[in-house]
């Protein structure tokens, strides 16, 4: 039987390299995001009967459409890997503008349940019965950078999420996990190459990992039976500040 997955955020990054990877390796892949050409050029990347389709993950009407338009093409759907995020301007917390600090929420937490209680509707109603759902957590999930504060609170409650949503999904066969990744080498660590903000004010560039290292993670998260979950990996370069608490 097709292995259907949809990927939220799959025009670039992260998204972009797991589900082309996702596709190579027998997956039907869903590529969703708000970029129609973006999405539809990973989507002819990834061939087979991979598509795109465009959702604004922090519109919960616009999520709706995206999981009547799965059910209708296909009948069900196997993987949610929730991947869309987006950060905010580096800011001191008082500074923060009260529209960037709602963004990141409607996107990294709000996007993430809508997606997650789509997924689980029509995970529990199909048959089989069951599926996977990944979340993108993040090293920020665990501890903050300096300015951070609407993207680690975003992100500390996706690991919320995510407990919740694996306890929940028990009972429908939803095995639900998270993926934690530090400095994985895409537009959004930017900063990591020009020199990151540190704790003490100094600025560092750190080192970065290939994306294609977390692909291969949510691959082998992805490949498990039901019957076996990873509830968190984290995925990091080696050598960037985390460890020891540098
Ligand atoms: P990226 O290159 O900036 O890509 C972000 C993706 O999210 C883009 O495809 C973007 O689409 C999509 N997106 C943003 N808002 C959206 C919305 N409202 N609806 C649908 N899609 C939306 O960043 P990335 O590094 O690949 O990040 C992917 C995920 O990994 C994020 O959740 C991020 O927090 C997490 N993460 C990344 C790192 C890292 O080191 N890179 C570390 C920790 C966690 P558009 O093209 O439409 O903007």
Redesign the pocket.
């Known amino acids: 039987m097709k292995q259907i997955a949809v990927v ?9 390299v797991t589900a082309i990877t996702l596709a190579k390796n027998g997956w039907t892949v869903v590529m ?4 129609k050409a ?1 999405i539809d050029a990973v989507a002819k990347e990834a061939g087979g009967e991979s598509v795109g389709i465009v ?5 919960p009407e616009s999520v709706k459409s995206l999981f009547a338009e799965i059910k209708s093409k296909f009948g069900r759907v196997d993987l949610l890997f929730n ?5 905010a301007p580096g800011v001191p917390l008082e500074d923060v503008k009260i529209e960037d600090w709602q963004n990141v929420i ?3 937490i709000s ?1 993430v349940f809508y997606c997650t209680q789509q997924a689980f509707a029509l995970m529990k109603s199909q048959k089989p019965m069951g599926g996977r759902i990944i979340n ?5 999930a665990h501890v903050p950078r300096p300015n951070s504060s609407a ?1 680690t609170a975003s ?1 500390h409650a996706v690991t919320g999420l995510t407990k919740t949503a694996s306890l929940d999904g028990r009972k429908f066969d939803i095995a639900v996990g998270q993926i ?10 930017e900063q ?1 190459r020009v020199g990151a903000t540190q704790p003490d004010g100094s600025k560092l560039i750190e080192p ?1 990992i290939d ?1 294609q290292n ?1 692909a291969d993670a949510v691959l082998y998260m992805a490949s498990l039976p039901l019957s076996a979950n990873v509830p968190f990996i984290t995925v990091m370069a080696t050598k960037m500040p985390y460890t020891g608490r540098g």
Do not use: F, L
């Open positions: 939220t955020g799959a025009g670039r990054g992260v998204g972009r969703a995001g708000r970029d973006a959702c604004d993950v922090s519109n991947n869309a995020g987006v950060v409607n996107v990294n996007g993108n957590g993040s090293i920020s993207y992100k934690d990744i530090g400095n994985a080498n895409t537009d959004m660590a990591m970065t994306p977390v």
